[in-house]
């Protein structure tokens, strides 16, 4: 994952996120099976351009390219259906690509990294297998880390066979390049920077 610096709330997010959480949770507490929705699609739209902005069009987790390898969806780190008190909070909002939305699902860790937290580093969880396009778990870091990481690399699937091989196609042409290239116009940077 690629380290993200969140921005600051949409202002209609900000504005009104609480009556929208009230509204979910009253939903669900009448019907456990309720849908989640957003109340205003400008809103919606407004979220989700703040948070492709935040990733340059990555997946907050895999960072594979959304939009044009993958749908725009917005990914909620807690579930809502599990913390529907987090359903509209902006720092529980990530931009998440199809292939790790449909790996995590409904999943939830206390132990899953957060890409935006200011004291996350790659290099503190993981490391890279150049020969095979594998992200692994770093040996030599602190237990509580190593755990961490293999929670997000197992809930994300982040080592999935048509991931390696992407990350090493990727890493060829980043080569290739050399000082011509852009970080930001390639999927996986934690993967070609490290």
Known sequence: MFKLQRGSWPCCLEEHHQDWTARYIIAR???????????????YQAVRTALLEMTQ??????????????????????????????????????PCCDMCQSQKREKYHAALIKPDLSNYNFDDYFIC?????????????????????????????????????????????????????????FAYRYFLSS
Request: aromatic residues 12%; charged residues 25%; proline residues 5%.
């Open 57 to 94: 069009h990555h997946c907050a987790f895999c960072d594979g390219f959304i939009g044009s390898e993958s749908r725009e969806t917005l990914e909620h780190f807690k579930p809502k259906s599990q913390f529907p008190v987090s359903a509209f909070d902006w720092g529980n909002l990530f």
């Open 129 to 185: 297998n150049f020969d095979n396009g594998e992200v692994a778990v770093a040996p030599d870091r602190l237990a509580e880390n190593q755990y961490a990481a293999s929670i997000t690399l197992e809930t994300y699937g982040l080592n999935l066979p048509m991931r390696k091989k992407e990350r090493l196609r990727q890493l060829r042409i980043w080569h290739a390049m050399g000082n011509r290239a852009e970080l930001n116009e």
């Open 29 to 43: 507490s009448q019907n456990p099976a309720a849908r989640f929705r957003w109340f205003s699609e400008a809103c």
